[in-house]
């Protein structure tokens, strides 16, 4: 007497009874040992050590984001609170042994609604309590999109200024049209 088994799926229901589901082997102990010798396998390994990495990390736990790899290639989804947080994540995954790449599904939302003129408030104070930036910088924020305006003394004061700007909530992308000028140096 045969039993019957549900379907696991819709595509399963035209099978007939007894015959195998999709890309499952007739025999059990060559299905084990495909995937032994899958490079799923090592990626359930990443997977883990990922997932642990966001988990344990002090700036992210709170997030609950999710983490898959596939061929090596890390994906992570989920939501942050600013740019900033986004940008940590890629610097974090690509930094894990064995990842080859990065795929970003990290949404960028904050708690209730945040005007551009809220954001650009934000990123002057920011600005202002930063002594390359020295009154020589502006920002004007258009729908989440902070442009940075003026001139900087050097490459690694423009990027520590757009970094400050990525961290002020409902930054969705900088866009940095900032100058450098040695002479500022100086001053």
């Not at 102990?29 to 899958?38: E, G, H, Y």
Request: hydrophobic residues 35%; charged residues 25%; glycine residues 8%.
């Amino acid at each position: 007497m045969q039993r019957f088994r549900e379907p696991e799926t819709q595509w399963d229901q035209h099978r007939p009874p007894g015959s195998p589901r999709p890309r499952e082997s007739r025999r059990p102990d060559t299905q084990a040992k495909a995937k032994l010798q899958s490079p799923a396998h090592s990626n359930d390994g990443l997977q883990g050590i990922l997932q642990q990495t966001l988990r344990r990390d002090v700036n992210l736990r709170g997030y609950g984001l999710e983490a898959n790899v596939i061929d090596n290639v890390a994906r992570v989804q989920g939501v942050v609170d600013t740019l900033a947080e986004k940008m940590y994540i890629r610097e974090l995954v690509t930094s894990i042994p064995g990842i080859t790449g990065y795929e970003d599904g990290v949404s960028i939302s904050t708690d209730g609604a945040i005007t551009d003129n809220q954001v650009e408030m934000e990123i002057s104070e920011e600005l202002d309590a930063y002594p390359a930036s020295s009154g020589n910088v502006g920002v004007q924020v258009c729908d989440g999109t902070a442009y940075l305006m003026g001139k900087v003394p050097s490459k690694e004061a423009e990027a520590e200024i757009i970094r400050l700007a990525s961290s002020a909530r409902g930054v969705i992308q900088v866009i940095s049209q900032l100058r450098i000028d040695p002479e500022l140096e100086d001053q």
